[in-house]
Structures are given as C-alpha cells and as structure tokens.
T-cell receptor, first 114, second 111 residues
C-alpha cells in the first residue's frame, strides 16, 4: 500500500485522557499536513511540515495539541487532556513540495471523547 | 463509519445523467484548485485539479471549469453512476501551501 496511512482508525477515550495519532505519508513526500473534520464540515487545516520543520500552525491548534515529525517521515499528533469538543476525524495528508503537486489524504482517525 | 456532511447542500441526479457541482472560492490570489470526493467514513479522495492559468481541464468522466473573474469552480461528472454518490469538496491553495476547503455538496444518484 503506497497511500497515506493513519493509525488508529478509531479511538474512543474518556475526557481528560491523552491520545496520540500516527501518520505515515506517501514515501518520498516531504510535506505532511494535519486537518480536522467535524460532521457537516469540510476539513480544517491544523498544521503542516516540510521534512521535519513545522512551517505553519492554525489557531485551531490549542496548547493541548502538539504535532511532531522528528525524522521527516512519519508524524504524530497528540491531544492532551481531551475534551468532548475534540471529537472529530483527524486527517493526515502528504505531498511533494513543488508548486501544484497534489495533496493526498489518508482515511482519517476518528476520535470520540466520552 | 460515521456520515460526513449531514446538512450539506444536496444534488440529486438520475443515473446516466450529467452532474454539475459548483463552488465559490474566496481568495483571488489562489493559484491551484482541487476537487475531492469523500465517501462516508473515509478520507477525501483526489478527483481532479486545475491551475489558475487554465480555465478547463478534463479527466475520465470529469471536467473542471475555472472562472477566475467571478471566483467560481465547477465539477462536471458525465454519465453519473451510483458509485459517484458521495460528498464533493472543492479546495483552494492560496498564499501558503495549505488547502482551504469549501462547504461541500452531497451528490445522490438514484436509479
């Protein structure tokens, strides 16, 4: 499988717990993006990396959220002290940095905070 | 999986007819646009893209039209099939390299 891979696909957690999602981009893609999607909405940008550098963060990314891409390959998105409002699908995408190159999405990680 | 887009604008078409899905974008500086298809419980799937120096691009059964004057994008699907039923999003890339997504349109295909 050469697509964007996300794990876990589904996570149910109690409010206040920490969760971590992992994304493996398409190999050789140097850009990696995180988006969040809630019911009835389009995906909303959270952050993106070029190689290991985090180039932009959305205001949606509160202090409880942290993303890393330590070796420029896979990335993790951690949410600390989860709240019910964090329930959403977290999407990862990747691309090659040349202008106009397509951004490909993974299947997403569903988070339900109870 | 859970449904995406419970309260989205909906386009209902008969199998075999052509579908046209419209999208208005916001940033006149956007230079790249993509259409994605999203089925229930899945991530967005790339359909077709277009750069701002073009006004039309064709793929297999799909055509994207770009009107920069009125900041309008459309996706035409020829001979719509039941498998085309999904939510369709347009996305624009502006000054930075992130995509900004539109609201989405649900396409329902009936026999």
């Amino acid at each position: 499988d050469t697509g964007v891979s996300q794990d876990p696909r589904h996570k149910i957690t109690k409010r206040g717990q920490n969760v971590t999602f992992r994304c493996d981009p398409i190999s050789e893609h140097n850009r990696l993006y995180w988006y969040r999607q809630t019911l009835g909405q389009g995906p909303e940008f959270l952050t993106y990396f070029q190689n290991e550098a985090q180039l932009e963060k959305s205001r949606l990314l509160s202090d409880r959220f942290s993303a890393e891409r330590p070796k420029g390959s896979f990335s993790t998105l951690e949410i600390q002290r989860t709240e019910q409002g964090d329930s959403a699908m977290y999407l990862c995408a990747s691309s090659w940095s040349q202008t106009g190159n397509t951004i490909y999405f993974g299947e997403g990680s569903w988070l339900t905070v109870v | 999986g859970e449904s995406v887009g419970l309260h989205l604008p909906t386009l209902s078409v008969q199998e075999g007819d052509n579908s046209i899905i419209n999208c208005a974008y916001s940033n006149s500086a956007s230079d790249y646009f993509i259409w994605y298809k999203q089925e229930s419980g899945k991530g967005p799937q790339f359909i077709i893209d277009i750069r701002s120096n073009m006004d039309k691009r064709q793929g297999q059964r799909v055509t994207v039209l770009l009107n920069k004057t009125v900041k309008h994008l459309s996706l035409q699907i020829a001979a719509t099939q039941p498998g085309d039923s999904a939510v369709y999003f347009c996305a624009e890339r502006g000054n930075t390299d992130k995509l900004i997504f539109g609201t989405g349109t649900r396409l329902q295909v009936f026999p």
